[in-house]
């Protein structure tokens, strides 16, 4: 079974800085998958990477799939309080139902 | 109306009571799924319903009991339940019928906490 690890598992930072947040697996992604939750809510997708080496950007959001499509990171720049959720990376078979979601990055930014 | 949405947000129950979740989508999607989300830990796929059948049931014990009467809702009847699970339940739907790609919108979830 495919295990995805997040790191880290919690952040706070202030405003305006940058960060990075990792999605490891020992195994070969077929896709990968980003979401972000707040509270009281359900993940929303922010991405899907499928070709290793393969980066894409979103406003202050960038995501790199590694060249192995073994891991993924997501770097945020000049953060904003708007950014605080949970960030969730996911993975699923191709061809399948199954999703195996990593247990998250709970991030805080403070105004 | 927004894409999915499930009811109630919020339940309590005792461990002897019979209840049941009630997800909704308005998205014209083909699979619905449940999945149950516990602090510290990562989401937990529970069933998967692709066109009105159920195509994954991921060793869910028989106290949670699925039901998809028809594509655009999704039911998850719960009865003699332990506090352990207590959690956010969230429903989600996609489009296609599996995929690595396919993409899933879920719904708000329903917080619940089992006395």
């Known amino acids: 079974t495919q295990l995805l690890e997040q790191s880290p598992q919690f952040l706070s930072i202030q405003e305006g800085e940058n960060l990075t947040v990792y999605c490891n697996s020992s195994s070969v992604f077929s896709s990968l998958q980003w979401y972000r939750q707040e509270p009281g809510e359900g993940p929303v997708l922010l991405v899907t990477?499928?070709?290793?080496?393969e980066v894409k950007k979103l406003k202050r959001l960038t995501f790199q799939f590694g060249d192995a499509r073994k891991d993924s990171s997501l770097h945020i720049t000049a953060a904003q309080t708007g950014d605080t959720g949970l960030y969730l990376c996911?993975?699923?078979?191709?061809?399948?139902?199954?999703?195996?979601f990593g247990a998250g990055t709970r991030l805080f930014v403070k105004a | 109306e927004t894409g999915v949405t499930q009811t109630p947000r919020h339940l309590v129950m005792g461990m002897t009571n019979k209840k049941s979740l009630k997800c909704e989508q308005h998205?014209?999607?083909?699979?619905m799924y449940w999945y149950k989300q516990s602090a510290k830990k990562p989401l937990e796929l529970m069933f998967v319903?692709?066109?009105?059948?159920?195509?994954e049931n991921n060793s869910v014990p028989s106290r949670f009991s699925p039901e998809c009467p028809n594509s655009s809702h999704l039911f998850l009847h719960l009865h003699t339940l332990q506090p352990e699970d207590s959690a956010l339940y969230l429903c989600?739907?996609?489009?296609?019928?599996?995929?690595?790609?396919?993409?899933?919108?879920f719904g708000p979830g329903t917080r619940l906490t089992v006395l």
């Open positions: 990477v499928v070709t290793g080496g």
């Open positions: 989600a739907s996609s489009l296609r019928t599996g995929g690595g790609t396919d993409t899933q919108y």
């Open positions: 319903y692709s066109l009105e059948e159920r195509v």
């Open positions: 996911a993975s699923r078979n191709t061809g399948g139902f199954k999703t195996i």
């Open positions: 998205l014209g999607h083909n699979a």
